[in-house]
């Protein structure tokens, strides 16, 4: 049996409803964790769902519900950084002397437990008008923690981008405060698909200080599953340091190729902690 979710949100920036997360699962039946940055503060959503049989069944909408979230509390300044994970004025990732607290078009946080800082860039002609939020994401709040496939040195770090066309593609840049080992691969991680090698759409620059990669807003790369003009992205780099084992404790050499498992649950460095639910 599968289940699919489709939540739609209602904010003051934006007059109209509209979808927010397209996600089918097999593993979700009762319960979902969304994606970091997909849900915005002070927002009204709402939610259907309905129930695909092993015959391929479709069972009817459920009755919508919804709820509303609060403020948030991670966030004070409304930036779309988290306050805990703000850079200083020191910090030029991109080496172009213009310290990246001060840039419009590239978003710049201190990962999780200070291991160093990632930057993302949007500049013009990327398919991008904003980027509206960036975080960097405990791997403890990820449920399939006990599937990581390779160790992340910077973490995930988790981004929404407010696309110029819907259903458009995004080409943005990520920096890193150290560079990504030669072996690195660009991993993703989403509740439908669980982690996913995503180096076919991510190329390393020469001093494997930066990456580029792209991506679709509803397609390829997009964790919200839906084309709203809206990208949700929780990535990183990986370095395998040996192998790494599964819930069902099954080791796995990742010295080859890999194939994602998927896995059910996610979330983590979300800006909202607080929500009112409604019939």
């Known amino acids: 049996m599968?289940?699919?979710?489709?939540?739609?949100?209602?904010?003051?920036?934006?007059?109209?409803?509209?979808?927010?997360?397209?996600?089918?699962?097999?593993?979700?039946l009762t319960e979902l964790d969304v994606p970091p940055l997909v849900l915005e503060e002070n927002t009204r959503y709402s939610w259907v769902v309905r129930y695909t049989s092993v015959k391929g069944a479709l069972s009817d909408w459920?009755?919508?519900?919804?709820?509303?979230?609060?403020?948030?509390?991670?966030?004070?300044?409304?930036?779309?950084?988290?306050?805990?994970?703000?850079?200083?004025?020191s910090i030029d990732l991109d080496n172009n002397g213009i310290a990246d607290a001060e840039q419009n078009d590239l978003r710049c946080v201190n990962v999780f437990e200070g291991a160093g800082q990632i930057a993302v860039e949007a500049p013009a002609g990327s398919g991008v008008t904003r980027i509206s939020a960036i975080a960097s994401?405990?791997?403890?709040?990820?449920?399939?923690?006990?599937?990581l496939p390779l160790d992340l040195p910077l973490g995930l770090i988790s981004f929404r981008l407010e696309m110029e066309q819907v259903g458009g593609i995004a080409r943005v840049q990520a920096y890193f405060s150290e560079p990504a080992p030669q072996t690195a691969k660009w991993l993703k991680y989403d509740i439908t698909n669980g982690w996913q090698?995503?180096?076919?759409?991510?190329?390393?620059?020469?001093?494997?200080?930066?990456?580029?990669?792209?991506?679709?807003?509803?397609?390829?790369?997009d964790a919200d599953?839906?084309?709203?003009?809206?990208?949700?992205?929780?990535s990183?780099?990986?370095?395998?340091?040996?192998?790494?084992?599964?819930?069902?404790?099954?080791?796995?050499?990742?010295?080859?190729?890999?194939?994602?498992?998927?896995?059910?649950?996610?979330?983590?460095?979300?800006?909202?902690?607080?929500?009112?639910?409604?019939?």
Request: aromatic content about 8%.
């Open 2 to 28: 599968t289940a699919t979710c489709r939540p739609s949100g209602l904010s003051p920036g934006r007059p109209m409803a509209y979808d927010i997360l397209d996600v089918t699962s097999s593993t979700c």
């Open 137 to 147: 994401t405990d791997l403890t709040t990820i449920g399939a923690v006990d599937r």
């Open 225 to 234: 599953g839906v084309a709203n003009g809206i990208i949700i992205d929780p």
């Open 62 to 89: 459920s009755t919508p519900r919804g709820f509303t979230t609060g403020e948030s509390e991670l966030d004070q300044d409304g930036n779309g950084i988290p306050d805990d994970q703000e850079v200083g004025m």
């Open 197 to 221: 090698d995503y180096s076919a759409h991510a190329v390393f620059a020469a001093d494997r200080l930066s990456v580029e990669f792209e991506f679709q807003d509803g397609g390829f790369g």
């Open 236 to 279: 990183g780099f990986g370095v395998a340091t040996g192998a790494a084992t599964s819930s069902e404790g099954d080791s796995h050499s990742l010295t080859g190729s890999w194939s994602p498992a998927s896995s059910g649950g996610g979330g983590g460095g979300c800006f909202i902690s607080t929500s009112t639910f409604w019939n």
